[in-house]
């Protein structure tokens, strides 16, 4: 049996969080092979311990539900890493541990390389209904620049494979930027994805971080680093196609049909309670955030010893939440408020083209969504986030 | 002590000829330093000269051969350091003059000899590196005795190196130089002729005793500052600090007085007796600072460490000149006059290191005579200070006497070198067949920056230079401002000979473009002169930032590299309406890469 992806309902643009929402992110730390890119928390050398990460996560997991911490989800979000690199149904063990709300969004991190119709109609029956893919590239040269394994037309065969058991939402990660990559092969990737007719896409510009293979490459001197005015016209022709296809952008990477957002990062950007389970999970409950163990290994030990995987936490003050607030708020499509301290910083960020007016508050434009960091820290030390009178401010669904 | 077995001598030589190196060998014979703890260039002391292999400051020692007490000095070669070398001269009666065997007499050699024999010591020559496969003793000491008046034949050959005639060149010492003459019973006078401060002693101090004795404990006149200390302690340096009794005529060591305000044991000071106070010997004059920039303090609030910095070092060195100044660009901290760029970049480093201060230093710049339309006469140490055109009748700048010693094969491209530079040739003299001395009136702002390095690359390192200050003269200069979004700033602010602005102007402007970040708008970068633009650049505006990839549930990252950010900010110097990084000033105005 599966879900139909329409049984999600469609997700509010919103800045604040639904009353009674609550995510649940599970981090899946195992990948095949390690991109060059990437730094995340995930490690290729671990399948021994995969079943008893399972475990260990089913265990967490039970814990909460027993001390109340956990009710009634609202999103689900396998992240990873690979999830899609378990096989099926110890996903769905620890899955079903998460108690959720009848239409509550269940995503799946996929590897197009490690899914096929068997696995993704066991998917289905257990209530994942939303799938994202790592696609990155349509271009092999590319894709190998990335340090990637998988060839284009898994891509192709990954996302019939979703459609041919009734999963209709999905995303598409794409990455621009690498050494190599031309104008026209962004054009490719894009005209390529677009093809496959997603209902959300993703698209991030490729980011040098030291500790991987690229940073190592980068600091060598033997690739260059990524190029800002390459990133930005890719940028720019990528709003450009995306909307063009009827998917417009929420948020500064991301690109959805009415509908079709992430209702789970909705709710991180909206500053909403999610609970994170396994290694280097990250949560966000009741003013405070929080984060666990890196490893695998630490945090079996952790959860086997009875002892709770939290390594570290942050106590949100005012100012703190209310600059937290700005800084995610105006990455996404409902802007913010204007804030009567930051008039006139707002005032000439309008007038240079990089914010523009939306009721009673501001977003970001194209140019200011490429400069989003700039623009942000400027409104932030002209005072736009010392702690004021609540200024809700909501756009209503379907408004763009 | 029998002052009939004392001998005080400095070693002198041009730079790298191997002073430090005989020193070496010296301690050694002498037994003052053991075995183990022995390393090269043992006085250089210092951790900026042990990395750049020269000294910087002077070293005094007192060591024991055969039956005599030597007080030793040995100095700096470079020609930045002479005021070093003139200092210790006053305290000794002779020099061992260093010549290295395969080089031969260089411009430094030529200096500091005449200033051995101003100061009327005995000069014990000695030709240095004789181990060297290209060495030529014959031929150097040939040059020598004609160039410089030594016989050959009284010339010592020795290496520094491997010790050979070390010992006899001790002998010589003994033998050639005279003792130190003084009356031990007359009222004490001892010379101050270097000092530092040290955080826990305050101010110690090196002195020569000419007449009567340094007595510890003793009530103590300090003759120019007019104040009365007790000596809490004396010694020598041996070269490990021992105190002593006392220290009578024709002995060199150390005094300890507990004086905290620096002012009041200056260079060149007389100390004698409190109560039977000895005349004033002659001190020293200040030599002129030649070469001036600003100094500032990268975070603000360092201002008044950096002043306390430069007063403590001062006494250490008191060649260097500061004044407090403003910047609109910089902020508050101190226009600093300096004998050379070495010596600039010395003190600069020393003030980082020893009082852990971060500095930014203007470019240099000498100092100008300004003939205002009104008739009245302003000396101009700083280019924004420069008033306008208009009100000026004429600019005079700086000449010095440059003296090249070249070898024959390369007076060519040298002449064409000094021409360039504007330089007027005074002399060509064949020192011998295949040796030059050139001598040549140049501006002195046309060698502060790049000279010698040219010089040593046209010549494949062969010639050396040494200048001394000579006459103001009338030029054709120009002020050369720098504008940021038509902004100006200080900061980058020359004077320059006409001739030389555009290549100023272009260099700066494309510095800064490679320096400034990009920013939300286009930053028009513009060189000016007198309103005229003469080069420009543009910093163009940015276009992207960091576009975060998607950070899953780790929203503290996201906002703690916006805060980095926001901090970042925070340190930025605001021109108008252009953020510029305090670092972009430091390396913008950095001197190597030119
Ligand atoms: N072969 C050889 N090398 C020598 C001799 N004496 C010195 N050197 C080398 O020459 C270089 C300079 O020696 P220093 O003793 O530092 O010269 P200096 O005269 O003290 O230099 P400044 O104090 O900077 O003027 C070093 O690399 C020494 O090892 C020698 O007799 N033979
Ligand atoms: C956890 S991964 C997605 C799932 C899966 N691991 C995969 O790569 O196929 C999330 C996405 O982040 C993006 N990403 C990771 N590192 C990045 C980097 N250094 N620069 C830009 N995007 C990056 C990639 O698009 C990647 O698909
Ligand atoms: S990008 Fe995805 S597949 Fe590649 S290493 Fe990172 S988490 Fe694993
Ligand atoms: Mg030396």
């Known amino acids: 049996m599966t879900t139909p992806a329409t049984s999600t309902p469609p997700a509010r643009r919103s800045s604040t969080p639904e009353p009674g929402t609550l995510g649940v992110y599970v981090h899946i730390p195992f990948c095949a092979q390690r991109c060059d890119y990437c730094d995340f928390a995930t490690w290729t050398d671990r399948a021994w311990i995969i079943d008893d990460y399972v475990d260990a996560c089913v265990t967490d997991l039970r814990r909460r539900v027993a001390a109340d911490e956990l009710t009634s989800a609202s999103s689900v979000f396998f992240g990873g890493g690979t999830p899609s690199l378990l096989d099926a149904p110890s996903l769905l063990r620890i899955l079903d541990e998460v108690p959720r709300s009848v239409d509550a969004e269940v995503t799946v991190e996929c590897n197009p390389d490690t899914v096929d119709v068997a696995k993704l109609a066991t998917y289905a029956a257990g209530g994942v209904n939303r799938l994202s893919f790592g696609v990155q590239s349509m271009r092999p040269h590319v894709l190998a620049e990335l340090g990637r394994t998988h060839q284009p037309a898994n891509v192709t065969r990954a996302v019939d494979a979703a459609r041919a058991v009734g999963l209709e939402h999905f995303n598409l990660d794409l990455i621009y930027g690498a050494t190599g990559e031309t104008l026209d092969d962004w054009r490719v990737t894009l005209d390529g994805a677009l093809a496959l007719d997603p209902p959300h896409v993703s698209a991030y510009a490729l980011t040098c971080e030291p500790a991987t293979p690229l940073g190592r490459r980068v600091a060598a001197g033997t690739t260059p680093p990524p190029d800002d005015d390459d990133q930005a016209t890719k940028y720019e022709v990528a709003d450009a196609a995306l909307a063009g296809a009827g998917l417009d952008w929420y948020e500064i990477s991301n690109w959805s049909r009415a509908g079709h957002e992430c209702r789970h990062n909705l709710l991180t950007w909206a500053q909403g309670d999610y609970v994170g389970i396994g290694a280097a999970a990250h949560a966000h409950r009741h003013g405070?955030?929080?984060?666990?163990?890196?490893?695998?290994?630490?945090?079996?030990?952790?959860?086997?010893?009875?002892?709770?995987?939290?390594?570290?936490?942050?106590?949100?003050?005012?100012?703190?939440?209310?600059?937290?607030?700005?800084?995610?708020?105006?990455?996404?499509r409902g802007g913010v408020p204007v804030h009567p301290d930051a008039m006139t910083e707002t005032e000439t960020l309008t007038r240079a083209g990089f914010l523009t007016r939306r009721g009673d508050g501001v977003r970001l434009t194209r140019r200011g969504r490429l400069l989003a960091n700039d623009v942000t820290v400027r409104l932030l030390a002209a005072g736009a986030a010392q702690p004021a009178p609540t200024l809700s401010h909501r756009i209503p669904v379907g408004t763009r | 002590m029998d002052i009939s077995r004392s001998r005080c001598f400095s070693l002198l030589s041009h730079v790298d000829h191997g002073k430090s190196t005989l020193a070496d060998r010296i301690l050694e014979l002498c037994g003052a330093v053991d075995a183990r703890l022995m390393r090269e260039q043992y006085l250089d002391t210092m951790d900026l000269e042990r990395e750049r292999g020269i000294t910087i400051k002077a070293q005094n020692v007192r060591l024991h051969w055969r039956d005599y007490w030597l007080h030793?000095?040995?100095?700096?070669?470079?020609?930045?350091?002479?005021?070093?070398?003139?200092?210790?001269?006053?305290?000794?009666?002779?020099?061992?003059?260093?010549?290295?065997?395969?080089?031969?007499?260089?411009?430094?050699?030529?200096?500091?000899?005449?200033?051995?024999?101003?100061?009327?010591?005995?000069?014990?020559?000695?030709?240095?590196?004789?181990?060297?496969?290209?060495?030529?003793?014959?031929?150097?000491?040939?040059?020598?005795?004609?160039?410089?008046?030594?016989?050959?034949?009284?010339?010592?050959?020795?290496?520094?190196?491997?010790?050979?005639?070390?010992?006899?060149?001790?002998?010589?010492?003994?033998?050639?130089?005279?003792?130190?003459t003084g009356d031990p019973d007359a009222p004490l006078r001892a010379l101050i002729f270097d000092s530092f401060y040290d955080s826990y002693r305050g101010v110690v101090s090196s002195v020569r005793v000419f007449d009567g004795s340094l007595v510890s404990g003793a009530r103590l006149r300090y003759v120019q500052a007019g104040a009365v200390h007790d000596a809490e302690e004396i010694g020598v340096r041996s070269p490990i600090p021992t105190p002593v009794a006392s220290l009578g005529p024709g002995e060199v060591g150390y005094l300890i007085a507990g004086i905290k305000e620096v002012r009041q044991a200056r260079v060149g000071e007389t100390v004698t007796a409190a109560a039977n106070p000895g005349a004033e010997l002659p001190g020293y004059r200040d030599p002129k600072p030649m070469v001036f920039c600003g100094l500032y303090p990268i975070v603000g609030d360092e201002y008044a460490d950096l002043r306390d910095a430069l007063e403590k070092l001062q006494l250490n060195d008191s060649s260097f000149t500061y004044e407090p100044e403003t910047s609109g660009a910089l902020g508050f901290g101190f226009r600093c006059g300096f004998l050379g760029l070495l010596h600039m970049e010395i003190v600069r480093e020393r003030l980082e290191r020893e009082y852990d201060l971060s500095l930014v230093a203007t470019a240099p710049n000498v100092e100008y005579r300004v003939h205002l339309t009104d008739g009245k006469v302003e000396i101009i140490d700083n280019p924004s200070a420069m008033p306008p055109a208009t009100h000026l009748e004429q600019v005079e700048e700086p000449y010095v006497t440059v003296t090249i010693l070249t070898p024959t094969d390369y007076v060519g491209p040298l002449m064409d070198l000094s021409q360039a530079r504007r330089g007027e040739m005074t002399k060509l003299e064949y020192l011998s067949e295949e040796r030059v001395e050139l001598v040549y009136e140049l501006p002195l702002a046309e060698i502060v920056m790049d000279f010698f390095d040219l010089v040593k690359s046209r010549t494949r390192g062969y010639a050396s230079l040494d200048y001394e200050p000579a006459a103001y003269r009338p030029s054709d200069l120009v002020k050369v401002d720098v504008l940021l979004n038509g902004v100006p700033v200080d900061a980058f602010s020359t004077i320059v000979h006409r001739q030389r602005a555009q290549d100023y102007g272009r260099r700066m402007t494309e510095r800064l473009r490679q320096l400034i970040p990009r920013q939300l708008f286009d930053v028009p970068i513009q060189a000016a002169m007198g309103g005229r633009v003469i080069a420009r650049e543009t910093v163009k505006a940015k276009r992207k930032d960091v576009l975060a990839k998607c950070y899953g549930g780790d929203v503290s990252r996201k906002r703690k590299l916006l805060d980095r950010q926001k901090e970042g900010k925070r340190r930025m110097k605001q021109i108008g309406r252009v953020e510029v990084p305090q670092e972009a000033f430091v390396a913008a105005l950095r001197l190597d890469e030119s």
Do not use: M
């Open chain 1, 288 to 332: 405070v955030r929080s984060w666990n163990v890196r490893t695998p290994e630490r945090y079996v030990e952790r959860i086997h010893a009875g002892a709770a995987p939290e390594a570290g936490r942050e106590h949100l003050d005012p100012v703190t939440r209310a600059e937290e607030r700005l800084v995610l708020a105006l990455r996404t």
């Open chain 2, 72 to 180: 030793l000095i040995d100095t700096p070669g470079h020609v930045d350091f002479g005021y070093e070398v003139s200092r210790s001269l006053a305290a000794c009666e002779g020099a061992v003059l260093l010549v290295d065997a395969s080089q031969g007499i260089e411009a430094q050699t030529l200096a500091n000899c005449y200033a051995a024999l101003e100061a009327d010591l005995t000069i014990v020559g000695v030709l240095n590196k004789i181990d060297l496969p290209q060495a030529e003793p014959d031929r150097r000491a040939e040059e020598i005795e004609r160039v410089l008046g030594i016989p050959a034949d009284e010339l010592l050959r020795i290496s520094a190196k491997t010790g050979e005639g070390v010992p006899e060149l001790l002998d010589a010492v003994v033998a050639r130089i005279p003792a130190p």
